[in-house]
């Protein structure tokens, strides 16, 4: 079975600041997604980037990178220039390849201050 | 067009008895899902839907817990017999496809007393 980790609760940084959160995973496959996903106070979760495991290149999206290190199964998300609105839950997930279920870690909480 | 939506919003129960959530996928979405979030957790899978059939279900915790998607749009998740653990924020999610991207609902948060 597959696990995810994230060892950071919380987090907090000022405004316009770069705050890196961590991720990793367990996992024997070799074909896999990873995603970031962002959960604001409405509960919705929203995903911020996703990066193929096939893929050496890191994703980005727009102030979202991450920094993916398959054989050490790590994967973390940088946020620049961070933002008032960033304020929210951050979840980082997995997806076997043809699975569908997606397996989260358990959280970071991540305070923007102005 | 619409999201995925998800009713009711907040549902509150006594032990015991039965209660069925609701959830309107994105329209076209084939596929949807159900996870459960416990308080400070992470969301856990429940079910998997491809159209009408349950592809995979092996996140449903017992047999108190069913759901349908009778038409491939609509579903339901049942549970029997409520119980104080079953307390969480149960989320739905439709994508196009598999392979594609979960379009997450609001989630209904359901308490047992």
């Known amino acids: 079975a597959q696990t995810v980790t994230q060892s950071q609760p919380e987090m907090s940084v000022q405004e316009a600041e770069t705050v890196t959160l961590s991720c990793t995973y367990d996992?024997?496959?070799?074909?896999?997604?990873l995603f970031w996903y962002k959960q604001p106070p409405s509960r919705q979760m929203i995903l911020v980037i996703r990066q193929e495991a096939y893929k050496q290149q890191n994703a980005t999206e727009n102030r979202f990178s991450v920094n993916f290190q398959k054989a050490a199964k790590s994967f973390s998300l940088k946020i620049s220039d961070s933002q008032l609105g960033d304020t929210a839950m951050y979840f980082c997930a997995f997806m076997k390849k043809g699975a569908q279920k997606l397996v989260f870690g358990q959280g970071t909480r991540l305070t923007i201050n102005p | 067009g619409a999201g995925v939506s998800q009713t009711p919003s907040n549902k509150v129960t006594e032990k015991g008895k039965y209660v069925e959530l609701r959830c309107d996928p994105i329209s076209g979405h084939t596929a949807l899902y159900w996870y459960r979030q416990s308080l400070g957790q992470g969301p856990e899978f429940l079910i998997y839907f491809q159209g009408t059939g349950a592809a995979d279900d092996s996140g449903l915790p017992n047999d108190r817990f069913f759901a349908v998607r009778p038409e491939g749009s609509v579903s339901t998740l049942k549970i029997q017999r409520t119980e104080r653990g079953d307390s969480a924020v149960y989320l739905c999610?439709?994508?196009?496809?598999?392979?594609?991207?979960?379009?997450f609902g609001p989630g209904t948060r359901l308490t047992v007393l």
């Open positions: 996992t024997s496959e070799n074909n896999y997604y």
């Open positions: 999610a439709s994508s196009q496809d598999y392979y594609n991207e979960q379009f």
